[in-house]
């Protein structure tokens, strides 16, 4: 089936016009694209693998959304916006965000390429690696929505500190998933003369690209600290 085909069994929802509207609807795409790879890969190392592929449809479908309400944005938002930010700054934090979803979709579909059986020693670094990078997605929301009421009047010194706070989460969060990250890499090495190479490459890569996740929630974290602090 064509791509241009494969996301139409949903009526789309009416697209917001106001620029933070906009920011949070294509943010809510982007934390559902997230949630539904996290399910994804707990089907995915029970070896679930009919079903662990149609969330990845789900994700993508989601990632898709995103990028028509980005899409929407860009073409729309005006070049003067009477909020305390850019034009400019408004769409590189959504940029940063859009590639949240991207990387999830491309954690999705790495994992759509191979069944591959994780072996069970896995299985909790595994869970402890995608819960620590889903919570600093779910912790950039808070930021996010704080960062929504900061829009509507100035940025305060006292708002303005409590949401470099909301980012310090964030960052604890990609840090933690970092840790994790390099000690199931290195469980997966241990694999090696057990496993086939192909296997190891696999689960490697599939951590990898993970990463990137958490990475990119903190990227947006950090340019709403920038954007306050001018």
């Given amino acids: 089936m064509p791509p241009s085909h494969r996301f139409k069994a949903d009526a789309p929802e009416p697209m917001p016009e106001a620029p933070y509207e906009m920011l949070m609807a294509h943010f809510d795409r982007v934390l559902r694209s997230v949630d539904k790879m996290a399910e994804m890969v707990d ?31 860009r073409r729309t938002m005006p070049r003067l916006i009477f909020m305390p930010i850019s034009r400019q700054d ?45 919570q600093s997605v779910k912790a950039l929301e808070v930021m996010m929505q ?6 509507e009047g100035s940025f305060s010194k006292g708002e303005s ?25 290195r469980a997966v090495y241990a694999l090696e003369g057990k496993e086939s190479a192909v296997t190891i490459f696999h689960m490697l890569r599939f951590l990898d690209v993970l990463d990137g996740v958490a990475d990119h929630a903190e990227n947006a974290s950090l340019k709403m600290v920038v954007v306050v602090s001018k």
């Fill in 161 to 185: 500190q409590k949401l470099m706070e909301l980012g310090l989460r964030v960052h604890e969060h990609e840090y933690e998933a970092d840790g994790v990250n390099k000690a199931a890499a």
């Fill in 146 to 151: 704080h960062f929504g009421t900061l829009l």
């Fill in 43 to 73: 089907l995915y190392l029970g070896g679930e693998f009919d079903a662990a592929a149609k969330l990845s449809a789900t994700v993508s479908r989601h990632e898709h959304e995103a990028d028509d309400i980005k899409t929407h944005m």
């Fill in 90 to 134: 408004m769409l590189d934090l959504l940029t940063e965000n859009e590639r949240i979803a991207d990387t999830a979709q491309d954690v999705a579909q790495i994992l759509d390429l191979r069944q591959t059986k994780v072996p069970k020693s896995l299985h909790p670094l595994v869970r402890k690696y995608v819960e620590h990078v889903v």
